[in-house]
């Protein structure tokens, strides 16, 4: 999504859609208009109401990148480049500044701007071996079982998601964000009965595993049984957050694979059948 809006009260407004955008790691791209030379400001209004020294200053806690750029070429750099980062995985929004400079000024000579190709990254996927390690303790498993934070992109990655419950005929929970619905292997399974849990972008680990009692004192208390084999195959360790931490609390796991999901899900099934 591409949002454009002002500084500072067009970005307070919409500051706090732009903080649900990075806790759901969903691609924001969001340019903000801004008169940064102070001699070229407007009396009373761009003074009052459209004007700071910093722009992206209120929302850097919980973007993926901003940047402030000073010439065309800069800032057709830099919009290439906030795209590219935006849609690399673990997703995130971007700003990106206009100030009214950029947008006003006379191009004495377009033949000296360049817009740079854009070529996105390709997804990180895990490590062959540590991949066969996590297929070799899924197969061996008794009762394993799989949980899906926000894993599928697009069809192809459900059909993955599919072919691996089906490949090793393991419940999957995690609700339409992982599995189709309505197909059997969806939603079943108990973190109690599980000899082997599988997360899969699981954002709230800890909290699948423990239940937390909120009364006048507070307790935690296990839920999985003892001697469960815990595994962590998450983008999200790619881009820990800072300040605003829209992470649960650290769970200590047997196997931490810091990768795309999606993109590791075929080097999963073809371990797994082999």
Request: hydrophobic share 40%; aromatic share 6%.
């Given at each position: ?48 109401g459209?004007?700071?020294?910093d ?32 849609m690399?995985?673990?997703?995130g ?22 817009i740079?190709?854009?070529t996105l ?12 390690e ?18 599928v ?8 998601m ?11 929970q995690?609700g339409?964000?992982?599995?189709p ?14 000899d ?13 595993i ?6 006048q ?14 595994i962590n ?17 650290y769970?200590?796991?047997d ?5 795309d999901?999606?993109?590791?899900l075929?080097?999963?099934?073809e371990?797994c059948?082999?």
């Amino acid at each position: 999504m591409a949002v454009a809006t002002f500084v500072p009260a067009g970005l307070q407004h919409a500051a706090m859609t732009l903080y649900g955008a990075y806790s759901s790691h969903i691609p924001v791209y969001m340019i903000l208009g801004n008169h940064l030379d102070a001699a070229r400001r407007r009396p009373g209004i761009d003074w009052s109401g459209h004007s700071v020294q910093d722009a992206p200053a209120m929302v850097r806690d919980f973007v993926k990148w901003d940047d402030t750029p000073v010439s065309l070429q800069h800032f057709a750099e830099s919009a290439v480049r906030a795209y590219k980062i935006a849609m690399t995985i673990p997703y995130g929004p971007v700003v990106l500044v206009a100030d009214s400079s950029l947008q006003e000024d006379h191009i004495p000579d377009r033949s000296k701007l360049h817009i740079p190709k854009l070529t996105l990254s390709q997804p990180p996927v895990g490590d062959p071996k540590a991949i066969a390690e996590v297929a070799k303790l899924l197969v061996a498993a008794e009762s394993p079982l799989i949980i899906c934070g926000d894993v599928v992109r697009d069809e192809e990655g459900r059909r993955l998601m599919v072919e691996l419950a089906e490949t090793l005929q393991v419940p999957i929970q995690g609700g339409g964000r992982g599995m189709p619905n309505r197909h059997p292997l969806s939603g079943g399974g108990r973190v109690g009965n599980a000899d082997v849990i599988l997360g899969l972008n699981l954002s709230d680990f800890f909290g699948t595993i423990y239940n937390f009692r909120d009364q006048q004192e507070t307790s935690l208390t296990s839920l999985i049984k003892p001697g469960t084999k815990l595994i962590n195959i998450s983008a999200y360790d790619l881009n820990v957050p800072r300040n605003y931490q829209n992470i649960d609390r650290y769970t200590e796991v047997d196997i931490s694979i810091a990768a795309d999901p999606q993109g590791t899900l075929p080097v999963l099934i073809e371990a797994c059948n082999a």
